[in-house]
């Protein structure tokens, strides 16, 4: 079978995505969603923040949209990058043309006015994001988190909160009391080698347990200490999943901005869920029930 090539512009510092990801051998439910991409420009028609932290490749929505049908996904959720800043130009761009099948996460601030927030939730924006990292600028105050909840809660919104080990259990307690649902990104990004019974992943296990926390199981590429297959990050996800099969979702992260080596093959991460979510039954949860839950779909 001839595989789909996708050609993309180089950036200086974040490698392009794999050209010729393979077909899944996994079929994938209807409706099945990627829970977590990135529509990146073309910068020259939506231009990145001239404060980015990192210029990633170009993959507009075309190219986003060929991979999901290449690999059998039928929505996604794109998720406002802080390589574009407050201006969701792009992103807004994709909603209007996913037909319903797309939804989005933006990034808002003490100063968004509820206007904006009405416009973005109008086009299909169903949260917002919070990076810890530091390499994603500085990372707001949880008093600026909660009050931002606060303000969106009612509209439905999640709060989606993008932290790095140790940050799960640091957070704990003031992520199981916002006002919104949560989703934590990547597997809590955790250091997949001090095991599984660590501090961070009982943090994720408590919060999962408290019925109002989501965990995406997406990343294993980015957590995984060993390489494809990804063996010890798939064995991360796969407890999660088992453990609250209600509450995780699961994206591509394509197209997989600020990695160390290679991009990984997407085809290969989708034929991953038959570990990570080994049941027809639970593979509908992580891909549709759980999915149409948080971002309404």
Same mark, same amino acid.
């Given at each position: 079978? &001839?595989?789909?090539?996708?050609?993309?512009?180089?950036?200086?510092?974040?490698?392009?995505?794999?050209?010729?990801p393979? +077909?899944?051998?996994?079929?994938?439910?209807? @409706?099945?969603?990627?829970?977590?991409?990135?529509?990146?420009?073309?910068?020259?028609?939506?231009?990145?923040?001239?404060?980015?932290?990192? &210029?990633?490749?170009?993959?507009? =929505?075309?190219?986003?949209?060929?991979?999901?049908?290449?690999?059998?996904?039928? =929505?996604?959720?794109?998720? /406002?990058?802080?390589?574009?800043?407050?201006?969701?130009?792009?992103?807004?761009?994709?909603?209007?043309?996913?037909?319903?099948r797309?939804?989005?996460?933006?990034?808002?601030?003490? =100063?968004?006015?509820?206007?904006?927030?009405?416009?973005?939730?109008?086009?299909?924006?169903?949260?917002?994001?919070?990076?810890?990292?530091?390499?994603? /600028?500085?990372?707001p105050?949880?008093?600026?988190?909660?009050?931002?909840?606060?303000?969106?809660a009612?509209?439905?919104?999640? &709060?989606?909160?993008?932290?790095?080990?140790d940050?799960?259990?640091?957070?704990?307690?003031?992520?199981?009391?916002?006002?919104?649902?949560?989703?934590?990104?990547?597997?809590?990004?955790? @250091?997949?080698?001090?095991?599984?019974?660590?501090?961070?992943? =009982?943090?994720l296990? +408590?919060?999962?347990?408290?019925?109002?926390?989501?965990v995406?199981?997406?990343?294993?590429?980015?957590?995984?200490?060993?390489?494809?297959?990804?063996?010890?990050?798939?064995?991360?996800?796969?407890?999660?999943?088992?453990?609250?099969?209600?509450?995780?979702?699961?994206?591509?992260d394509?197209?997989?901005?600020?990695?160390?080596?290679a991009?990984?093959?997407?085809?290969?991460?989708?034929?991953?869920?038959? /570990?990570?979510?080994p049941?027809?039954?639970?593979?509908?949860?992580?891909?549709?029930?759980?999915?149409?839950?948080?971002?309404?779909?």
């Amino acid at each position: 079978m &001839t595989e789909r090539v996708i050609s993309y512009l180089p950036s200086e510092g974040n490698p392009p995505p794999h050209p010729a990801p393979r +077909r899944p051998a996994l079929v994938l439910p209807p @409706d099945s969603c990627d829970s977590h991409c990135h529509v990146f420009g073309p910068g020259t028609l939506f231009p990145y923040a001239e404060n980015r932290t990192f &210029t990633p490749v170009d993959a507009p =929505r075309e190219k986003v949209a060929a991979l999901h049908e290449h690999l059998g996904l039928g =929505r996604a959720v794109v998720i /406002q990058s802080a390589c574009h800043g407050f201006d969701h130009a792009a992103l807004l761009d994709a909603l209007a043309h996913g037909a319903g099948r797309l939804r989005g996460v933006g990034l808002i601030h003490e =100063r968004t006015r509820p206007e904006e927030i009405a416009r973005l939730h109008a086009a299909g924006v169903r949260g917002f994001r919070c990076n810890f990292l530091p390499h994603l /600028q500085q990372a707001p105050s949880e008093a600026e988190i909660a009050a931002l909840a606060g303000s969106v809660a009612e509209l439905g919104w999640h &709060t989606e909160i993008h932290v790095q080990g140790d940050g799960v259990v640091e957070h704990e307690r003031f992520i199981a009391g916002l006002a919104t649902t949560v989703v934590i990104d990547h597997l809590g990004r955790v @250091d997949i080698g001090r095991g599984l019974g660590q501090p961070a992943v =009982r943090s994720l296990l +408590r919060l999962l347990d408290t019925g109002n926390v989501f965990v995406k199981v997406s990343g294993v590429d980015r957590v995984s200490r060993q390489g494809p297959p990804f063996a010890d990050a798939v064995e991360l996800a796969a407890l999660l999943v088992r453990h609250a099969p209600e509450r995780v979702l699961w994206g591509t992260d394509f197209p997989h901005p600020n990695i160390a080596g290679a991009a990984p093959d997407d085809g290969l991460l989708v034929d991953l869920l038959s /570990q990570i979510a080994p049941t027809a039954v639970v593979r509908e949860l992580l891909l549709v029930a759980n999915p149409a839950k948080v971002f309404d779909f």
